[in-house]
């Protein structure tokens, strides 16, 4: 016998759609999911707020969005990488000690992934990242994650990112990242 509550649940679950998400139309509606899936006070929404939209003017960022009813409960975005942008002058140092730079070139960067914690676990993330790395022309992908034990490392370990460099520190962030590559496509289970 089913439970009520699973039906809704998997209901819910079905209903989600994958697509292009116009990010910087939409940014507002992207950053309450980031808020509350990542933890950001409305300062620092206020700030990613014009990071994204100055972002989405990049040649080759692109965004999809995950939708339940029309409305966003996850998203995904990220570009071509472009060794003069801000986060790859950070992170080069880092690569450069364990000589891993060459990841900086021919390289599709996921800049940020998130999913509403309501939608978490059923295979959203996983659906957005590789649905958006099939689509670049890139052989490969990079990306910084907080360097610890989160759902978001375990997902990117399963499709295949490994750690060019860890301990990485972005300034302004008080928590060390972890800066992992994957060949594309990423893997299947
Ligand atoms: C990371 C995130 C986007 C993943 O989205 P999601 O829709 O929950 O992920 P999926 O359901 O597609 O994949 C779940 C995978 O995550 C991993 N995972 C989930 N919970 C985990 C946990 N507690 N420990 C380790 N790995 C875990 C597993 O690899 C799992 O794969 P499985 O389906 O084989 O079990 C989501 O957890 C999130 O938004 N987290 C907060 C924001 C964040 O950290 N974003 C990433 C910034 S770098």
């Known amino acids: 016998m089913r439970l009520p509550g699973h039906d809704q649940r998997r209901r819910s679950d079905d209903d989600i759609v994958i697509g292009t998400l116009d990010l910087s139309a939409r940014v507002d509606e992207a950053l309450a999911v980031q808020a509350v899936a990542f933890g950001l006070g409305p300062d620092e929404v206020a700030v990613r707020r014009q990071i994204v939209v100055r972002h989405m003017t990049y040649p080759g960022a692109r965004a999809l969005g ?105 300034p302004s962030a008080p928590k060390p990242y972890a800066v992992m590559g994957a060949p594309l496509p990423l893997r299947r289970r």
Do not use: C, K
């Open 66 to 170: 995950a939708t339940a009813g029309g409305r966003l409960v996850g998203f995904v975005y990220g570009m071509p990488n472009d060794r003069t942008h801000w986060w790859s002058t950070v992170v080069e140092p880092y690569l450069r000690s364990g000589g891993h730079t060459d990841w900086l070139d021919d390289s599709f960067v996921i800049t940020e992934l998130h999913v509403h914690p309501h939608h978490q676990n059923r295979g959203v993330g996983r659906s957005l990242i590789t649905t958006i790395t099939d689509s670049a022309a890139q052989p490969r992908s990079i990306l910084s994650a907080i360097d610890t034990d989160s759902p978001a490392r375990g997902l990117y370990h399963s499709l295949g990112y490994e750690d060019l460099a860890r301990r990485v520190l972005f």
